[in-house]
């Protein structure tokens, strides 16, 4: 809660709204805990989660990921009964999106202000004012998507995001529409996003091991924890196996000085988790966690003991849980593959 | 079939009956493929697993992780309708199955034959003799189990499995019992796996990048493919983006020559898939897999169009989908994580 609050108020300071990510916590009850900060907007990373939160009331929904035309009858449906952006990088998808998708959606252009994972180059102005002239009333340009995804690798945050501001408000002042801005480390550190109209990031509900090591949060701040039940101690190599694998954290790893981090363990309190690390996720198998610690935090840990996992990647290991607990112990529902 | 046929076959021939591990497709679906090749026998790598595959009517099952106690009520209820086989490897984890687990259960105790992630030291003769000695009514001891797991880091896997069978059936001359031994690449390479008394794996019945890059398989023997939507084309860099990312085919990746390979790319044909590698999967986020390609590949792939992914490892990739389909388009049913 405090982690939402704290993005709600930067967004108030920095002038824009927020539209949070729910691809972290992939929950329609968590998403409700936004609601109280105002929080009226939300982004989904797949047709089929903003299809689940269309169910359950969302009626402003982006799905930031590149118009897939394979499904544009979903598409349809959500927009029947919710303000439904879709994501266009080229006149193939803006032709399909306007062939094949039934009812009005707006649709924002996607940037590569310096990922380089998807979007048009921003000096390809041929193609960007293209897209916006063909602009229609049943597929609408409504304005500049971001994600500057290599905040993630480099120290200087405000550079990147003063870069990204020059490029995407030249954009807005040539063509109009809204500037979309969403990476987590620069919304999480920067205090002020001045200039961005919608804050779209997300992870920042639950952080994780990957923050902490970038500095968007600190370890307190980490909102999610997989508790994990001590199996096999194996003090002989100070190491303990876990019941915490690939299938509950993802193999998402962090390197730290050589050594590979796939989440750091802590021990678990009665309404949560303490924030001093006891041991590190070395290796993980399909079921198996395989943690590192001291000889002598072995020592007092005994079979079918509970350690907590911080995870190294929240979004993913929420994605594999079938549902969370609350630290009160309530069951929180989520999205279900089925 | 191909896979479970050639498999069944080793068993035979192997004087072996064959307990495969259901932790690659956890389909009951696909479980009952291997009936008609007189399979009985199955093994899980999780307690809800195993009770997933009861429910399915399979009523001889291990699970082949280590023993936790806070799943012991669920371990007695599976007990009540199927035999079922627990793994033990320390006194304190005999001592809390037979405090715990109300219905009779077999336990094997696991050996560690190399991998070093669990299991005994198999000179603890000490240690095994006394687990063996306790062995009660309730909790009987059945043999040793090894899961040799440097098989996928090694290439003699001839000399791992001969190392093995000499320290396995060692114990079992001493202390009486059954060898269970499993690892995919060794059950798949090797033309005899006698002195085995069950194999175990389970990977052969999908397949994956993994063990083709180990030689435990052709790519003409991998059995099952995502088919991912091309989304963005950014010939540019050699690259296609398709929506297939870390949710759907995991974060594992294995190094080729220093490129990582979180998948390959293949053409789709009408019931199936082309065995011609035509990309690689070198990034991956949450709903993206970035394929590098050649020029004249990519020009002739437009938005919308399905490619196929073989992902680098199947277990992980199957368990992360709701479903899957025939190459006839019958839906196959699999664990719901909910």
Not at 37 to 52: F, R
Not at 131 to 158: M, W
Not at 186 to 193: N, Q
């Amino acid at each position: 809660m405090r982690n939402i609050l704290r993005m709600a108020e930067k967004a108030k300071v920095s002038n824009a709204y927020l539209r949070p990510h729910f691809k972290t916590h992939h929950s329609a009850e968590i998403g409700d805990w936004f609601r109280q900060y105002g929080v009226s907007k939300c982004t989904a990373s797949s047709v089929d989660m903003a299809k689940y939160f269309a169910d359950a009331g969302w009626n402003d929904i982006t799905i930031a990921f590149p118009y897939n035309p394979l499904e544009s009858e979903v598409i349809s449906e959500i927009a029947q009964s919710a303000n439904l952006n879709i994501l266009i990088e080229s006149e193939e998808s803006q032709r399909l999106a306007n062939e094949l998708v039934t009812d009005p959606v707006g649709f924002f252009i996607k940037i590569d202000i310096g990922t380089h994972r998807t979007g048009i180059d921003p000096s390809n102005l041929e193609l960007i004012e293209s897209l916006v002239s063909e602009s229609t009333d049943k597929v609408t340009f409504k304005g500049f998507i971001g994600h500057a995804g290599h905040t993630y690798y480099t120290p200087d945050i405000q550079k990147i995001f003063e870069d990204s501001m020059k490029t995407l408000q030249e954009l807005k002042n040539k063509f109009g529409g809204i500037i979309s801005y969403g990476d987590s480390p620069s919304c999480s550190m920067l205090d002020d996003l001045s200039g961005v109209d919608e804050i779209r990031a997300g992870n920042f509900v639950f952080y994780d091991w990957m923050q902490v090591g970038i500095g968007s949060c600190k370890i307190e701040d980490i909102g999610v924890c997989l508790a994990s039940p001590v199996v096999a101690p194996h003090p002989e190599r100070n190491e303990v196996v876990v019941y915490g694998g690939g299938v509950h954290l993802s193999k998402e790893a962090v390197d730290e000085n050589g050594k590979k981090c796939f989440g750091k363990a802590v021990r678990l309190s009665d309404n949560g988790w303490e924030h001093e690390v006891i041991g590190n996720v070395k290796k993980i198998s399909q079921e198996h966690g395989i943690v590192e610690m001291d000889s002598e935090t072995i020592s007092n840990l005994k079979v079918g003991d509970l350690i907590g996992i911080l995870p190294t990647h929240s979004c993913l290991a929420a994605d594999l849980q079938g549902h969370y607990y609350s630290t009160e112990g309530e069951k929180i529902q989520k999205i279900i593959k089925d």
